[in-house]
């Protein structure tokens, strides 16, 4: 059978999604149909209603803007997706549509296929957006005990501690102001979780590796993946820090949307080792 899938939203050109999935059908030998929908936020309602009854749909990645307006649609939502607050995955079986977000499961993938041991860890998450809840919740799930979330916005970072305190009784949440950071910490692990890597690094950026202890097991790990080797990921590597970029969320996220649409992944190490190398090779040319 010839399964199909897409990933929607508006813009969706852009996306390695199609890529990504045409490789991993390949890999698995599976026969899947996928491709990138534009559809807008006014003719969503619509679209899905045309969607609803087609037996070969396995599901929809769900890009900007329909992330948080799937909620609506859907049949059933997981705890990550809820924690969140956005859909990213939607899930079709038995003609129940149930929405996903694989934020949190594609980080937790890709701490463990990076060798990244959380347990009894301080982590400390740059943000307080969308990215930067899942980072802690994907923290805390592998069992981090203190988590700093530094944001320019307070207010923001207290709502991820108000929401997850109750969730997760071991782990121990901080909310910092960036603009006064004072750290005695020995952070196994750094998240940028804002765009800014996308354009560079700011003087918060600066101090707050001036003030982290750095050795051969600590990490620092952009969710920006263009470019890969972020400006904020070169200051890490030279304070000592080994880096992780983004495209190691991306491969977590698609490995995770897998295995929900169809079946656990045997070889996962191998084959996220294989798509890092696809990918960076597909920047490249389109660079």
């Given amino acids: 059978m010839t399964y ?28 899947l149909r996928y491709e990138a929908i534009e559809v807008s936020p006014e003719n969503l309602p619509e679209f899905i209603k045309t969607q ?3 037996p070969s749909r396995v599901g929809f990645n769900v890009t900007i803007p329909h992330k948080e307006k799937l909620f ?21 079986k038995n003609g129940k549509w149930t929405g996903h977000n694989t934020d949190i499961l594609g980080l937790r993938d890709s701490f463990q296929l990076n060798d990244i041991d959380l347990e009894m860890s301080t982590v400390i998450i740059l943000g307080a957006g969308g990215a930067a809840r899942a980072a ?19 207010v923001k970072a207290s709502s991820i501690i108000n929401d997850f305190n109750s969730l997760f009784s071991d782990t121990s ?28 690094v700011d003087s918060s950026d600066q101090k707050i590796f001036e003030q982290l202890l750095s050795g051969p097991k600590t990490f620092a790990y952009d969710l920006v993946y263009r470019p890969e080797e972020t400006e904020f990921l070169k200051l890490a590597k030279k304070k000592g820090f080994q880096t992780i970029t983004g495209l190691s969320m991306l491969i977590g996220q698609a490995l995770a949307t897998w295995e929900i649409w169809f ?11 294989s798509l890092t190398i696809y990918l960076r090779n597909k920047l490249a040319v389109a660079v």
């Fill in 52 to 54: 609803k009854g087609d």
């Fill in 136 to 154: 802690a919740f994907a923290a805390a799930v592998e069992g981090a005990s203190r988590i700093v979330i530094c944001s320019r916005n307070p």
């Fill in 4 to 31: 199909t899938a897409a990933v929607i939203g508006q813009p969706v050109a852009h996306s390695l999604s199609p890529d990504l999935f045409s490789f991993l059908a390949k890999a698995l030998g599976v026969e």
């Fill in 72 to 92: 609506n649609f859907l049949d059933s939502v997981t705890k990550e997706a809820r924690a969140v607050g956005a859909v990213n995955v939607i899930e079709i």
């Fill in 173 to 200: 949440f901080v909310v910092v102001d960036e603009r006064h950071l004072f750290f005695n910490e020995n952070a196994k692990l750094i998240i940028q979780a804002t765009p800014m890597g996308m354009s560079g």
């Fill in 263 to 273: 079946q656990p992944i045997e070889n996962k190490k191998e084959l996220f080792e």
